[in-house]
């Protein structure tokens, strides 16, 4: 008999715990559809890796440009180099995710299927890892993104945290430090450079193009032709 009240009490606090959360994440998320995010759980675990491996010339550089101020051919860019189905899917892509799968069955490594959306959730609000909890928490952040946000500002948060070089996040900044220019004036080449970087940015470098880089920015340009240019997600809102 003294079991019951236990389990009962027991329930009740797992499900005002995760009621708790679930307000707590999802306000949080509301908020940011309106307010520029000061910074990303990813900046600030390199932050944190730099101080406590002594790396003491790092600098992170990141500040916010919104989108009215990118030139349209960044954010085409991204879409193109990283998820073409941005504007019509709701968070992921199953398709490139069954893809993947087929290809590791059949003895290739295991390659990543994320969309833009799973990133900017991974970004903004988790750690980096390829652990089965961080991938739960990912999918569970991408579908309160994708019900509460527009994919417009899916994207325009993507563009201004994802890293684009070791310590540098974001189009505003990328596009000053490599090529000193605002990214309002970024160009199409250019701009396909930038997402050219994406898949390993500490690596790959836009400033000093790898022949990798140069084919995979070339690579991207053709397929931003392809999509119809800035107006294939022009009129997202």
Same mark, same amino acid.
């Given at each position: 008999?003294?079991?019951?009240?236990?389990?009962?009490?027991?329930l009740r606090?797992?499900?005002f715990?995760?009621?708790?959360?679930?307000a707590?994440?999802?306000?949080?998320?509301?908020?940011?559809?309106?307010v520029p995010?000061?910074?990303?759980?990813?900046?600030?675990?390199?932050?944190?890796?730099?101080?406590?491996?002594?790396?003491?010339?790092f600098?992170?550089?990141?500040?916010?440009?919104p989108?009215?101020?990118?030139s349209?051919?960044?954010?085409l860019?991204?879409?193109?180099?990283?998820?073409?189905?941005?504007?019509?899917?709701?968070g992921?892509?199953?398709?490139?995710?069954h893809? +993947?799968?087929?290809?590791?069955?059949?003895?290739?490594? &295991?390659? *990543?299927? %994320?969309? =833009?959306?799973?990133?900017?959730?991974?970004?903004?609000?988790l750690?980096?890892?390829?652990?089965f909890v961080?991938?739960?928490?990912?999918a569970?952040?991408?579908v309160?993104?994708?019900?509460?946000w527009?994919?417009r500002?899916?994207l325009?948060?993507?563009?201004n945290?994802?890293?684009l070089?070791?310590?540098?996040?974001?189009?505003?900044a990328?596009?000053?430090?490599?090529?000193?220019?605002?990214p309002?004036?970024l160009?199409?080449?250019q701009?396909?450079?930038?997402?050219?970087?994406?898949?390993?940015?500490?690596?790959?470098h836009?400033?000093?193009?790898?022949?990798y880089?140069l084919?995979? +920015?070339?690579?991207?340009?053709?397929q931003?032709?392809? &999509?119809? *240019?800035? %107006?294939? =997600?022009?009129?997202?809102?």
């Amino acid at each position: 008999m003294l079991r019951r009240p236990f389990f009962r009490r027991l329930l009740r606090w797992v499900a005002f715990a995760a009621l708790a959360w679930l307000a707590l994440t999802w306000l949080a998320v509301l908020v940011l559809r309106f307010v520029p995010p000061v910074t990303s759980a990813v900046m600030l675990e390199r932050h944190i890796g730099a101080w406590v491996h002594g790396e003491r010339d790092f600098h992170l550089r990141q500040h916010w440009v919104p989108w009215s101020q990118v030139s349209p051919w960044a954010p085409l860019a991204m879409v193109a180099g990283e998820d073409q189905k941005f504007p019509y899917h709701h968070g992921f892509d199953f398709d490139s995710i069954h893809e +993947a799968i087929d290809a590791a069955d059949d003895g290739a490594r &295991l390659r *990543g299927a %994320s969309t =833009i959306s799973q990133q900017t959730a991974k970004n903004l609000f988790l750690w980096n890892g390829r652990s089965f909890v961080r991938k739960g928490l990912e999918a569970y952040f991408t579908v309160l993104l994708e019900l509460t946000w527009p994919k417009r500002r899916i994207l325009e948060v993507y563009m201004n945290i994802a890293e684009l070089g070791d310590g540098i996040y974001g189009v505003g900044a990328a596009s000053e430090i490599y090529f000193h220019e605002p990214p309002s004036r970024l160009t199409p080449a250019q701009a396909a450079r930038l997402a050219a970087v994406l898949p390993s940015p500490r690596r790959m470098h836009a400033d000093r193009p790898s022949a990798y880089v140069l084919r995979r +920015a070339d690579w991207i340009e053709r397929q931003m032709r392809q &999509l119809g *240019g800035p %107006s294939y =997600i022009g009129d997202r809102r």
